[in-house]
């Protein structure tokens, strides 16, 4: 499954990058998620250039909950006061990512269905080949 991981910049693409590393470098989201940078659509009023967005394809809910739960990790050693919004997207279903409680990771697995029949996970937990 594919989605897309957007952060509210405040114009400084950095923060895009370092939550990229971030992604790349969690050995439970690398296990079963393949990220990358790619353009983003151009922001109004900025002289080129688009901004980076993350793209992710992950190959079950299990992965899904790893990737939510990293960003949240992310977002929350950002500082309260300094921590961005990150959106996850997937088709025309966009989620926030806040806290990474259990019960907000099973909501954005839930509302990206990450449970469908197709999402690479084997009926007894595992991976399909």
Same mark, same amino acid.
């Given at each position: 499954?594919?989605?897309?991981? /957007?952060?509210?910049?405040?114009? !400084? ?13 969690? %050995? !439970? ?5 393949? /990220?990358?940078?790619? %353009? ?17 394809? /992950? ?16 977002? &929350? ?13 997937? &088709? ?7 806290? &990474?409680?259990? !019960? ?8 990206? &269905?990450?449970?469908? %029949? ?12």
């Amino acid at each position: 499954m594919q989605v897309d991981i /957007v952060v509210q910049t405040g114009g !400084d693409d950095r923060i895009v990058a370092s939550l990229y590393r971030w992604l790349a470098q969690d %050995p !439970d989201v690398a296990r079963h998620t393949t /990220v990358t940078l790619v %353009p983003g659509p151009e922001r109004a009023g900025d002289m080129g250039g688009a901004f980076e967005i993350i793209n992710a394809v /992950v190959a079950n809910s299990i992965a899904l909950s790893s990737l939510a739960v990293a960003c949240a990790t992310w977002r &929350g050693s950002r500082g309260t006061a300094t921590a961005p919004v990150v959106r996850i997207t997937r &088709g025309d279903v966009t989620v926030t990512v806040e806290n &990474g409680s259990p !019960d907000e990771v099973s909501g954005i697995v839930d509302a990206l &269905g990450g449970t469908e %029949p197709d999402s690479g996970a084997g009926t007894d937990g595992t991976d399909r080949p």
